[in-house]
């Protein structure tokens, strides 16, 4: 990876934009930083069938933390452009992501790639920050 500034991929900062409502300005050159990549956790257990046919490889994902969350206080979900939940980072790898973004720092994602395997959607996603 480059580690030279790079234009914003214009997709996910329009959806950054809209997430954080005019609270915060983001420059237009920044370089990401890439976190980690995994798969989205819970997909079987959402109707994503519809959903599925949507979803491409590079689209920007968008994270929000659910601190309240019954099985794991740690949870980050995962939403696609249109706000529909996708699942969760697995609890294997939401540490370090959920404790930055508590702090303040703005995450999100991309589709690496989605596959069928038997009934569940496995989709592959990179984790990014950007520090504003």
Request: glycine residues 6%; aromatic residues 10%; charged residues 30%.
């Amino acid at each position: 990876m480059s580690r030279e500034l790079v234009p914003s991929d214009k997709n996910i900062w329009k959806l950054l934009q809209g997430y954080l409502k005019g609270d915060t300005q983001i420059a237009p050159y920044i370089q990401e930083i890439y976190l980690l990549e995994c798969h989205i956790a819970g997909t079987g257990y959402l109707d994503l069938d519809e959903i599925e046919p949507e979803l491409n490889a590079g689209d920007p994902l968008l994270f929000r933390r659910e601190p309240d969350n019954l099985f794991d206080h740690l949870a980050v979900a995962i939403y696609d452009q249109k706000e529909r939940k996708l699942g969760y980072l697995p609890r294997a790898k939401n540490e370090v992501p959920a404790r930055l973004m508590d702090a303040g720092k703005l995450l999100f994602g991309k589709i690496e790639t989605k596959e069928r395997v038997n009934n569940w959607l496995k989709i592959m996603v990179r984790v990014y920050m950007k520090d504003l």
